[in-house]
């Protein structure tokens, strides 16, 4: 049984907005650190942002003033709302679970993951 599904992506021109979603279940959310990773075609998982379990924020610099992550933990959910998004954005994102506290956890310490959801940028 799928515990992280995501939805929202699609296909936007550069300089538009999108917002991705993931939705956790059977397991007790509020517990877990929360993070987007990306992976672009020909390249390896990048990590793009975390969110801890008390809701202290981390982004690759690449995304910062770009990108917010966020959660609801009543809805078991999680977010990454992109703005001005550009062509190297282009990627599967991925969300993902630990229970580590560190700040940028290997992608071997996600326990979780969802099933990616494209996000395409148009020059």
């Known amino acids: 049984q799928d515990k992280l599904v995501q939805s929202g992506g699609g296909l936007v021109q550069a300089g538009d907005s999108l917002r991705v979603a993931c939705t956790a279940s059977r397991f007790n959310f509020r517990l877990y650190s929360m993070a987007w990773f990306r992976q672009a075609p020909g390249k390896e998982r990048q990590f793009v942002s975390r969110?801890?379990?008390?809701?202290?924020?981390t982004y690759v610099d690449s995304v910062k003033d770009r990108f917010t992550i966020s959660r609801d933990n009543a809805k078991n959910a999680l977010y990454l709302q992109m703005n001005n998004l550009k062509p190297e954005d282009t990627a599967v994102y991925y969300c993902?679970?630990?229970?580590?506290?560190?700040?940028?956890?290997?992608?071997?310490?996600?326990?979780?993951w969802g099933q990616g959801t494209q996000v395409t940028v148009s020059s």
């Open positions: 969110i801890s379990r008390s809701g202290s924020e």
């Open positions: 993902a679970a630990t229970l580590s506290t560190r700040e940028f956890a290997s992608s071997s310490e996600y326990l979780y």
